[in-house]
């Protein structure tokens, strides 16, 4: 339901008919006519935009609600006083017009801000007697990001927030945004549950073809940009690299139809390039406990997995976490191993986010359109599932230099990797559906060996057959 009983009838309903009935009567000249004026002058520029709050009361809640255009979603936040939630409206906007909605709890005290960083905020608007209902707010201001920065609670509950709608004009607003074709909406997160299936999953296995310092998704059309970053797959990937010229590359994988990008920072031994050696493996798993509800990736999605400004209790308590840096019996370490008892590879494994808002292939930060799953279902504002990457890289170790090693990015904690998908779509599908949906353990063909009779998805070439 979208009320609670408890919470009495919202506001916002009562407010909105008295306005109508001013309206219809022609009684208000000013105040509202004028702010609504404002609304319908520039365009709603927050609609389906990054969302994040200082909390949330549960995942029924969630903070992408206030930026959906629909007013039977909200954000609900903790109990207490101090919260916020702010929008990336995606680049330099200058903001003329606010509009709340607010459920039945609603802030008596709060502040709207902008800012350009998300660090240093500019207060354009105070209120501290606010009543709740329906607050249309005229403003002249400029940011990239517009904050709600909520004071004092109007109700002994959490502040529940249905719309927070931004009107005006954004001078890049594509930048960065690279809409689905098609979006999908309309989806509600996969909650099935399926038989039992201790696998749901198959391996893309790819070699390392060459170090370069580009990112085609941080620095597009940027060489020499970035750090150094060992590539895997589509032999061509470079910073200028788009989806067309990836599927038109060959590929470092076995199946011929993968022509993705996979990039992490390189290695080093002092000042030498330590790459994998040999075919490393990429799984592709279900992140959601319906793994029958995992679909493929569009086309062109690409994403970026952890940061490079990470510490090493942000590597350790990501979500992606698996098993951290472990050489011989040494693992589960943040950062890279001074010592490799029992000697063999260096290795790390980490998992990226396998939940997708449907809107987006990629966002300003290569982050916000994917998400975690959370106790293995997908959050409401992410909630179409797709295959669960996981880098599981060897690299060789020199036992006499392990003091000398580190990454492009800085130590070991600072391991992150960018996936831009390139596979050809048949192909990728049948994977999909024959070993993740179909609850197997596959190899790179798509065969589970402990399931001979289910067959494989491609042939003896990892072709379709």
């Not at 809409?179 to 996969?190: K, R």
């Not at 492009?408 to 192909?427: C, E, M, V």
Request: charged content about 15%; proline content about 7%.
């Amino acid at each position: 339901m979208k009320h609670r009983t408890s919470r009495g009838a919202p506001h916002r309903t009562a407010l909105a008919g008295t306005v109508a009935a001013l309206l219809a009567a022609g009684a208000l000249t000013g105040g509202v006519l004028t702010q609504q004026a404002a609304a319908a002058a520039d365009p709603l520029i927050s609609q389906s935009k990054p969302v994040t709050a200082s909390s949330v009361e549960s995942a029924n809640f969630p903070a992408a609600a206030v930026a959906d255009n629909n007013l039977a979603t909200r954000w609900a936040s903790a109990w207490t006083d101090s919260q916020w939630v702010q929008i990336d409206l995606g680049g330099t906007a200058t903001i003329s017009h606010v509009e709340l909605d607010w459920e039945a709890a609603y802030a008596s005290g709060y502040q709207l801000q902008t800012s350009n960083d998300a660090s240093t905020w500019n207060t354009l608007y105070t209120k501290a007697n606010g009543t709740g209902g329906t607050e249309q707010i005229d403003l002249a201001g400029s940011g990239r990001y517009v904050r709600l920065n909520l004071t004092k609670r109007g109700t002994g509950y959490g502040y529940s927030l249905e719309e927070f709608k931004v009107y005006g004009q954004v001078t890049t607003a594509s930048t960065g945004y690279i809409p689905a074709n098609p979006q999908v909406t309309g989806t509600t997160p996969a909650t099935g549950n399926p038989p039992h299936a201790y696998f749901h999953e198959f391996q893309a296995n790819c070699t390392a073809t060459h170090d370069l310092p580009d990112d085609p998704i941080v620095y597009p059309g940027k060489p020499g940009a970035s750090h150094m970053h060992t590539f895997m797959g589509a032999l061509n990937t470079n910073a200028n690299s788009t989806l067309e010229s990836l599927q038109a590359s060959t590929t470092s994988c076995l199946a011929p139809g993968d022509k993705s990008g996979y990039w992490m920072p390189t290695m080093y031994d002092g000042n030498t390039p330590v790459d994998p050696v040999g075919l490393q493996t990429i799984y592709y798993k279900s992140g959601i406990n319906d793994y029958t509800a995992v679909r493929p990736f569009p086309a062109g999605l690409r994403f970026v997995v952890a940061s490079p400004n990470d510490s090493a209790t942000d590597f350790a308590t990501h979500p992606g976490y698996v098993a951290g840096w472990e050489c011989g019996t040494s693992y589960r370490t943040s950062d890279l191993p001074t010592e490799c008892p029992g000697g063999g590879q260096i290795g790390v494994r980490f998992q990226a986010p396998s939940c997708w808002n449907g809107l987006y292939l990629d966002t300003p930060d290569h982050k916000s359109h994917m998400a975690y799953p959370i106790d293995g279902v997908c959050p409401a504002d992410h909630p179409v599932a797709l295959p669960m990457i996981e880098f599981k890289m060897a690299f060789p170790a020199n036992l006499d230099h392990l003091a000398q090693l580190h990454l492009s990015s800085g130590r070991g904690f600072s391991f992150h990797y960018d996936f831009f998908n390139a596979w050809d779509a048949p192909t990728l599908a049948a994977m999909v559906n024959h070993c993740i949906v179909g609850g197997l353990q596959c190899d790179p063909r798509g065969y589970d060996q402990n399931q001979p009779g289910k067959g494989a998805a491609l042939n003896e070439q990892y072709l379709l057959p």
